[in-house]
């Protein structure tokens, strides 16, 4: 390329600056095709916005992460009948073949301690825990059938986030990245935000695997830059990093003459993306044009709220922004000891701004589009753990991955209603089992992926999110 | 229709008692051919079955025989045509096997289930073209090779590069540190006929050269710094294996010993520790230290790693497929991937002393000295009884798992974070190594047990006494090292069905690939599988070492997928010239630096890399080298040049891993906070990117963002990505800002003269030539809207530093 070429698509390109996000990359490449760098312009930009396999109701997803695996018998899953068993083992033929992580499979029943009460026209039974969740019963779709394969964090973390135990795949966000690419000019499309404490899987929980890093997980952090170095360093001015980037620009579009190489066309391109990214991070972050009202819907100016309420309504604000997939971790719902306390602990800072985003995506008209899940990766026993035995408080719940609960809402999936159902001690599914790859399947339809075809070729063969399984739940679909 | 009287007529047979007239030939193997040999058959055996000859039918599965001759009913095959169990019935999908056939084959069992001799050995070995010997091609250079298919495209090859670009070229390639200015100068004006030639040995054997190229075999070792998976601990040692790749690279240690070293050195006649240190290859393999984990299945999984790792690393090959299945394309059976999984069985995790110079007279000085107070601080706290006592209650909880909840979860813990517990638990104190006798003491003092934490407040409070006494004093380091070594209690190795670490199949020996090798000897080591990884009997090794070198040094393979070789991957673009360099690598005694020189010295290496519009157009993925290729520079490259540049960088080679400076809130995401970032001081933070501290669930996010692999398994080639990120990351991390810092600093005190001359040095140092004038003038406009001062260099630096050339090997 020449550079007298370079200027001509470049006077072309800010004509199409103006124009719908996204346009100008691809605007670029298309002309580089036409002008003759047909090899160098198919490398185009892998962000562009692209079509689903069909329309999908869904456009964005919400993943609202409960690292740890939060107790669905006493959050979503009443067991009135562990009452009577209470202190006692579960019946011998229930836990043969079972292994657990920490406990023996004979360990006493805990009953739960919780009030369940009926909520909305639905009248879905959930805990006294989750008042505000309860209250939008009526927009969820809860699953109390879900099942996984692993028992332990880090590998159920992975199944349930990359389809596999095994580290080194791509994650939920970069194949939906992949998918569908991303609609903002001016933030990443894999954005994750967390709160509490680090989680068991860290980064691999939002690694891009074997797909190519633009599609990782950029994590929004909670104090200092929320974009790593997105501010510019001490002393440099705005207009000063301005007239820096514009050198840069025309040195690089210069070495782009000489070379001829469209790469540098590209990563021309990032830098304007990176410096628009600069101005669009404060603006994303100033809560200040937000009503009272919402601000304390969500419960952001108050404790013990506060950490998960922000990152609840930056999602929002991320959504409506073009942001593809927020995935919102808050850890950790690993109560094997002081359930009682913890779990509350965790509900406390979780309910009211998960409820609030759910409320606040559906006055605004974005809940059809948008794709919101709860979860964790597993749930919890029905036995009790001990590890202190001379303090009572001290009970607990193990790993469970036979049978658990995640709820669904928005786009796509039928709210009111709860899916599946497991036995009376809250041990095994007993109607429409979930697996985690039928939740992934689920999720990429709802996007409009059929999810068996979104794949992509490494190391001999084509690999997916649901590795080689999983079948779309049909009930979950409005 | 006559097929089907006959089996009418057998079904009547049978039924009357008549079984003696069932013949395999006739009756048989054509309903085996028919209705099962698609997945039981020369393509494919699934569970390891093969119905397609009558040794094979005897043989059985991977579980075990299926006929068991004269009892049908006991027989697997009967059970499974005959029942209809989804999941268990075979054959899976179609039509069930008709009575009259399900009738044959039981009376032929009943009848015994003779069968006749195998035909003519009907075993073929594959054609594909990697598992074919190596054979010299005539032709005497890589630029006969190259040129010779461009001829034939009707392309002409590039002019070569210009000196300048070339010295830097090369000098990143081999090196990956930029050439000084005056390097630069010396080589532009040198009129000497071998002026490049002595400079690429001038930088072959620059101890530089070990760290660059070590960064790629540790790609591939997938090296890091800690344990990964949710408890990620610091692995204080790794580095110890870092340090002998860099020297074995720098030594030139030829490609087969090196080989040899790494997969087996343990086993060597009188090994020295430096050789065992070499098997830490192997030690790269992540531990899951979660307590829930069952330890037999985090064992499985490292050593489903390690054999993935070497089959990729050496043999170009994803054996990982054959984990649960025959692989789909490439002749990997089952078995042979468990059979090579067996040799990794055979061996267990060790960490030996292994002192670094000078450390031994200091520490043996020390020693007794330690030992003394050590032990006269346990008696005054009496503490030993109460050490005793807990190693009892240890190893009873072990023997008797069950019987005490408490004592459970203590054990459990234990295996989880104490490597080799179970020598411990099985066989007492004395099992253990000195400093691993010191290591349980340690633990012990943490973690006394639930009577003592939980109810015996006085024994806990003089433990810690005790603990905070001891923490007091100190020892002169003795360096550990991870390693590798034999293990003879190793249990038998199963194939695995379907990749499942509980769902044992038939017992394999440990034993190299079938459809690459000749049959193993009897008691086959880890030293047999290393001496035919690196032999000339195996047709990979070679070649997929070249191949790799070769895409360092052009930007892709001669075959793309460099690491996979096998049916599935990309054809070599210059097959010939793929085994000329593997048979001069190979003749010149694996020398690494020779075939490196080899390749530098082409002409085909020292073209330009500049477009050119006429090759674009057909070529655009340059696959046929009518140019050189720009190159992205790998993550740890982009950081050394900086520092290099701006006179930063510290280039001690070797040793211990740094921690450069990190954001606040990274090292914060690791599991319950645990992970601790501390930042380096000194010049140690301005070491070189290898070295950086690489922490697996929390990595550096400079790595990351500029596509350093996430070291959980094997890396065979990084992607060149270009993202936002990236620029922000350069335009404003600290790291780079002070590199800018630096680099201003250094041109206002080395050069006296105006801005002419200082924007001269500080392109030189840069990008390793002067400026343009167009670009001259536009960093003039610029510096004189910055106000012309020294903030206005920083400001230069800054542009330079952001530059697409600076990130890029031209």
Known sequence: ?478 | MLTAMRFLLLFVLAMSGWAQTVDYSKDIQPIFTKRCAGCHGAAQQMSGLRLDSPSAVIKGSYTGPVVVAGKAADSKLIQRVSSDKKGFAMPPVGAPLTAAEIAALRSWIDAGATVPADSAAREQKSTHWSFQPVKRPSGDSIDFFIRARLAKEGLQPSPEADRRTLIRRVSLDLVGLPPTPREVEEFASDQRPDAYERLVDRLLASQHYGEKWARHWLDLAHYADSDGYEKDQVRPNAWRYRHWVINALNRDMPFDEFTIEQLAGDLLPNATVDQVVATGFLRNTLTNREAGVDRAEDRFEQLINRTNTVSTTWLGLTMGCSQCHNHKFDPITQKDYYSMFAFFERAEERSIEAPLAGESGPYFAALPDYERKRSEILESFNIPPLYAKWQARMREAFAHQGANLEWDFAVTSFRAMFDNADRFLKGGVEKLERHEQDRLLDYFLNNPGPDITNRDKASLEVIKQAHTKMSALSLPPYSLAPVMARNPEAPATHIHIGGDYKNLGVEVKPATPSFLSKEAPENATRLTLAKWIASRDNPLTARVAVNRMWQELFGRGLVVTSEDFGTQGDRPSHPELLDWLASEFMDHGWSMKAIQKEIVMSATYRQSSNIRKDVEARDPENVLLARQSRIRLPAELVRDEALAASGLLNPAIGGRSIRPFQPAGVAELGYGHSVKWKESEGADRYRRGLYIHYQRTTPYPFLSNFDGPESNVTCSRRRRSDTPLQSLNLLNDPVFFEAAQGLAARVDKDVQGGFSDKIDYVFELVLGRKPKTSERERLAKYFDEQGAGKAAWVGVSRVLLNLDEFVTRE
């Open chain 1, 1 to 478: 390329m020449t550079l007298s070429d370079f200027k001509r698509i470049q006077s072309r390109r800010a004509f199409f600056k103006t124009c719908a996000g996204g346009i100008e990359t691809i605007a670029l490449y298309q002309m580089l095709a036409r002008d003759g760098y047909a090899g160098t312009a198919d490398r185009g930009n892998p962000l562009a916005p692209k079509q689903p396999h069909f329309p999908g109701k869904a456009k964005n997803v919400i993943f609202l992460f409960m690292e740890g695996a939060p107790s669905q018998l006493d959050l979503f899953d009443p067991k009135p009948a562990l009452e009577k068993i209470q202190g006692q083992p579960l019946p011998e033929s229930l836990i043969k073949q079972t292994k657990l992580a920490f406990i023996k499979p004979n360990a006493a029943v805990l009953a739960s301690p919780r009030k369940f009460t009926k909520h909305g026209e639905s009248g879905i039974e959930m805990s006294d825990f989750i008042p505000h969740t309860a209250s939008c019963a009526d927009d969820i779709c809860l699953v109390r059938s879900m099942f996984t394969d692993a028992f332990n964090h880090h590998p159920g973390q992975l199944l349930l986030m990359s389809g596999t135990t095994q580290v080194g795949r791509p994650t939920f966000g970069a194949w939906v990245l992949y998918g569908l690419g991303s609609e903002s000019q001016n933030l990443p499309g894999f954005v994750v935000l967390s709160s509490g404490v680090g989680t068991s899987g860290g980064a691999s929980n939002f690694s891009s695997g074997f797909l190519p890093s633009t599609y990782q997980g950029t994590m929004f952090r909670n104090s200092g830059d929320p974009i790593l170095y997105l501010s510019d360093p001490p002393g440099i001015t705005k207009n000063m990093q301005r007239a820096t980037l514009d050198t840069v620009r025309d040195l690089n579009e210069d070495h782009l003459g000489a070379t001829g190489d469209a790469e540098i066309a590209a990563r021309i391109n990032s830098y304007e993306l990176a410096f628009r990214m600069q101005m669009a991070g404060p603006e994303l972050l100033d809560f200040s044009k937000e009503s009272a009202a919402t601000l304390e819907m969500y419960g952001v100016n108050k404790e013990p709220t506060r950490p998960f309420a922000t990152n609840c309504l930056l999602a929002r604000r991320m959504v409506e922004r073009g942001v593809r997939f927020v995935m919102l971790m808050h850890a950790s719902w690993d109560q094997h000891t002081y359930l009682n306390r913890d779990l509350k602990k965790n509900c406390d800072i979780t309910d009211q701004p998960a409820a609030a985003l759910i409320k606040d995506l559906k006055q605004r008209g974005l809940l059809d589009s948008t794709l919101v899940v709860w979860g964790g990766e597993f749930g919890r026993t029905p036995m009790v753990e001990i590890r202190k035995t001379s303090d009572p408080e001290n009970a607990g719940r193990d790993h469970h991955p036979l049978a658990y609960s995640m709820w669904l809402a928005g786009g796509g999936i039928k709210g009111g209603q709860v899916v599946g159902r497991t036995d009376d001690l809250g041990f095994n599914i007993v109607e429409d089992k979930v697996h985690v790859h039928d939740l992934q399947a689920t999720m990429l339809h709802c996007l409009g992926f059929e999810h068996t075809k979104l794949t992509y070729h490494y190391m001999g063969r084509d690999f997916r999110l649901t590795d080689l399984e999983g079948n779309v739940v049909k009930k979950m679909l409005s």
